[in-house]
């Protein structure tokens, strides 16, 4: 018997057909990947499985009976869990408080009950939390492992799994893994979507490939490759950017010395951080969510003063420099989050010229022709599918990146600092950004490439620098990294 046969679904946004006619069947016990580019129309198809969309027309079958699904409480009561990649939790709650939430059957249980469960519940998933911990103090990552456990927490017999390894470690993607195959032994039935076709291949029985809101094809694993399934989804036979041949190490053109952050309690955030990058170099730095990548991005483009330590450029110190000040000596930056580094109600065109306004600002006017027909010349030259027009928010993840990317690059920066330039892209998107930083590399420009996706750190830097808990672990040469190597640096081993 089938866990969820979907027929026929079909659904629009206005002209936008998002699923037409897609027909997915989750078999018990497998693990079902779900691949396709931004706009495919997967998050759309998962959403009306969870009831937070209503096809337009087609049928949903769970263990065999048709149901209609209109709210996410009913999908629960299905069977069926979600992790989002927006995340519903409550900040000022414990961990063990979210996760409980709405599922105490009208029972009042003391703190210490609650917390003694879902450390029970940690345990038997492998998915590690601390149960007391609030989840205002918790990192992206963390937060992600929240919502994986309170899914799972809710005996979920179907659950959605929407990237959740992206803040593993390698490690720790094999404990994932080993949870899930024994999960789905006793019933357990998943969709796994996933943008790395590498963990795809490992863990899933089979695949579902969606284009242009249609089913391009579903396959079993044994019976497909990487390329293949890389072919389906962006329609063409290249995939896969990497760096060719690491460069030799040259004069440092930016270096950090003891950089230290101060927190809480006297914890210190960053601590003693010390690296250098070279002309044309990329320098990966790896490591899981909520180790100090963030708070070291904020550092190195000027929105918080280190505690300690020093940053120069070209042997100038620009430690204590403004973000303004730091970009117009030669940094270009791309934000951790894209979304917190642009204004979605504001144009593409405006958006482009955002961090350099005084550049079209005369005696106090803003030449609006001028920055329409700079974002035309930029949009043409970075692939943008957008006007310079266009409200941002409505361009795709892709293109949003694509304007972020832009406006760094557009400038020729000495030196650019990508944080997660690739977030939450799809294949093509992703290799498009990547592509750009080799071509940054090869104009001779340094990158600061710091990225939680470890095998996109291991294929386009020169060296990789390993940060755990605030702390540099060590700094590898490419051709001597290996996923086993860095992963056991990023859980805190030394060398």
Do not use: W
Not at 59 to 68: L, M, R, S, T, Y
Not at 131 to 139: I, R
Not at 323 to 339: K, L
């Amino acid at each position: 018997m089938l866990a969820v046969e979907m027929k026929n679904i079909y659904k629009s946004f206005g002209p936008v057909k998002a699923n037409q006619d897609v027909n997915f069947e989750l078999e018990q016990g497998e693990i079902h990947a779900l691949l396709g580019e931004n706009g495919a129309g997967k998050t759309t198809l998962m959403r009306i499985l969870y009831g937070l969309y209503k096809a337009d027309s087609g049928e949903i079958f769970i263990d065999g009976e048709k149901v209609a699904i209109h709210s996410p409480k009913e999908a629960i009561a299905a069977g069926v869990g979600m992790v989002t990649q927006h995340f519903t939790l409550v900040p000022p709650l414990t961990v063990a408080e979210n996760v409980v939430l709405g599922y105490t059957n009208g029972i009042v249980l003391s703190q210490k009950e609650i917390e003694k469960n879902v450390a029970a519940a940690s345990e038997k998933y492998g998915v590690q939390v601390n149960p007391s911990a609030l989840v205002k103090d918790l990192s992206v990552g963390e937060r992600q492992r929240v919502e994986i456990l309170k899914a799972l927490y809710r005996n979920a017999r179907i659950l959605i799994m929407d990237e959740p390894t992206a803040v593993l470690v390698p490690q720790e993607v094999d404990v994932l893994f080993e949870a899930l195959n024994r999960l789905v032994k006793s019933g357990l039935s998943v969709i796994f979507i996933s943008h790395k076709l590498v963990e795809v291949m490992a863990v899933c029985d089979r695949i579902t490939v969606l284009r242009d809101g249609k089913v391009a094809n579903t396959v079993k694993k044994t019976e497909t490759s990487q390329v293949e399934l890389a072919k389906m989804m962006v329609g063409r036979e290249t995939f896969g950017v990497r760096l060719q041949d690491a460069c030799a190490t040259s004069d440092p053109i930016y270096e950090l010395s003891g950089i230290t952050l101060d927190g809480k309690h006297e914890k210190k955030i960053l601590e003693d951080v010390s690296f250098c990058v070279g002309t044309g170099e990329i320098l990966g730095i790896a490591g899981v969510s909520g180790n100090g990548q963030g708070e070291l991005t904020e550092v190195l483009t000027g929105l918080v003063p280190p505690s300690k330590g020093s940053i120069k450029l070209e042997g100038k110190d620009i430690t204590h420099l403004s973000p303004g000040q730091i970009s117009e000596a030669g940094v270009g930056r791309t934000p951790q989050d894209r979304h917190q580094g642009t204004i979605g109600e504001l144009t593409v065109a405006e958006n482009l010229a955002l961090e350099h306004i005084k550049d079209y600002t005369n005696k106090g006017l803003l030449d609006r022709k001028k920055i329409r027909e700079d974002a035309a010349t930029i949009i043409k030259e970075f692939q943008i599918k957008a006007s310079p027009g266009d409200q941002l928010r409505k361009l795709s993840g892709g293109n949003m990146q694509k304007v972020v990317l832009a406006r760094a690059l557009s400038r020729k920066p000495k030196v650019l600092i990508a944080s997660q330039p690739t977030r939450g892209l799809d294949v093509g998107a992703t290799e498009y950004v990547r592509k750009r930083l080799l071509d940054e590399r090869a104009h001779g420009t340094a990158v600061i490439l710091l990225s939680e996706d470890l095998d996109e750190v291991l294929a386009l830097s020169d060296r990789i620098a390993v940060i755990y808990e605030g702390r540099i672990m060590g700094v590898v040469p490419s051709a001597e990294a290996t996923p086993e190597k860095i992963g056991l640096l990023m859980a805190g081993a030394v060398e």
